[in-house]
Nanobody, 127 residues
């Protein structure tokens, strides 16, 4: 099973930009759809963005559409989440995840579709 490690989180101000990285090891993620989820204190883990294995299909939560961009670098076995125009309500622990099934060529948005999860990285946006 592939291992995922997120990085890039931290404390930023409203309006700032941050890029999160999700590096995979123990296997390739080039043949897997990938996703980002987040969990704020006291809330359930929610969908943020997803990318098909081929990279041609993406899907975003309405709350981040137009501000966040998911992408992948297959040569580096890494997925990114570029977050622009950050808001205090974006404060959460961000998790990346790899699809359970190979070659899913659409953007998964439900947690049950993902079989490998990272440990999360905290993003805190101050007002």
């Amino acid at each position: 099973q592939v291992q995922l490690v997120e990085s890039g989180g931290g404390l930023v101000q409203a309006g700032d930009s941050v890029r999160l990285s999700c590096a995979a090891s123990g296997g390739t993620i080039t043949n897997r759809a990938m996703g980002w989820f987040r969990q704020a204190p006291g809330k359930e883990r929610g969908f943020v963005a997803a990318l098909s294995y081929g990279g041609g299909n993406v899907y975003y939560a309405d709350s981040v559409k137009g501000r966040f961009t998911i992408s992948r670098d297959n040569a580096k076995n890494t997925v990114y989440l570029q977050m622009n125009s950050l808001k205090p309500e974006d404060t959460a622990v961000y998790y990346c995840a790899a699809a359970r099934i190979l070659y899913v060529n659409y953007a998964l948005s439900t947690p049950s579709g993902f079989g490998s999860w990272g440990q999360g990285t905290q993003v805190t946006v101050s007002s």
